[in-house]
């Protein structure tokens, strides 16, 4: 059981160059989160998606953009990466649309921009 | 400014040891407070919920006590292993049915033989 899985697990990006994140569930979960975790921070919400063909906003979605292709995939894109875009990037997913049911995660993408 | 605060930052305990971390918010009203354990390098992935009703609850060797009205919650870890090694995050929902969960920065625990 696969869970949440993300790709790719590493990479370096030079500034202002462009790559998309992805990430699928194979739970037949509802709702799909992109999070990014900072030293020193907490998880900070970059975009969602309540279900499929539906996207809003988080917390710190400026210089990203997403697509909810499928039930299954969420993927996000960074159009033109920034130094402050260095993070490690968690994609997760749960059932239910309240906090009832936990977030389950991915293993991370760790992003660098040079 | 977060309004979950965790405590302490770091913590090095010695194997077989007990520990109790803590997490203080403010976030209101009051729904569910979850928290997760982040191991190195991986997702985290939860270990309770609390809600309203519950003032204790226990997974294990890990028990999750909350006080509504002090707002304040603990997870206290019982005979310590080395796999316990990890950061712990407390996790709070701004409301009832809000997708918008604040997150602590968490409490790196270290156990060591």
């Known amino acids: 059981n696969a869970g949440v899985t993300q790709t790719p697990k590493f990479q370096v990006l030079k500034t202002g160059q462009s790559m998309t994140l992805q990430c699928a569930q194979d739970?037949?979960?509802?709702?799909m989160y992109w999070y990014r975790q900072d030293p020193g921070m907490g998880l900070r919400l970059i975009y969602y998606?309540?279900?499929?063909?539906?996207?809003d906003k988080g917390e710190v979605p400026n210089g990203y953009n997403v697509s909810r292709l499928n039930k299954r995939e969420f993927s996000l894109r960074l159009e033109s990466a920034a130094p402050s875009q260095t993070s490690v990037y968690f994609c997760?997913?749960?059932?239910?649309?309240?906090?009832?049911?936990?977030?389950?995660f991915g293993n991370g993408t760790r992003l660098t921009v040079t | 400014k977060n309004q979950v605060e965790q405590s302490p930052q770091s913590l090095i305990i010695l194997e077989g040891k007990n520990c109790t971390l803590q997490?203080?918010?403010?976030?209101?009203?009051?729904?569910?407070l979850r928290w997760y354990k982040q191991d190195t390098g991986r997702g985290p992935v939860s270990l309770t919920i609390?809600?309203?009703?519950?003032n204790t609850k226990s997974n294990g060797r890990y028990t999750a006590t909350l006080d509504a009205d002090t707002k304040q919650s603990s997870l206290h870890i019982t005979a310590s292993q080395l796999s316990d090694s990890a950061s712990y995050i407390c996790?709070?929902?701004?409301?009832?049915?809000?997708?918008?969960?604040?997150f602590g920065k968490g409490t790196k625990l270290s156990v060591i033989p």
């Open positions: 997760a997913s749960r059932l239910g649309t309240g906090d009832n049911s936990p977030l389950h």
């Open positions: 998606s309540a279900s499929e063909g539906t996207t």
């Open positions: 739970m037949n979960h509802n709702s």
């Open positions: 996790v709070k929902t701004r409301g009832a049915g809000s997708y918008q969960l604040t």
């Open positions: 609390m809600t309203f009703s519950e």
């Open positions: 997490c203080n918010y403010t976030v209101s009203p009051f729904s569910n």
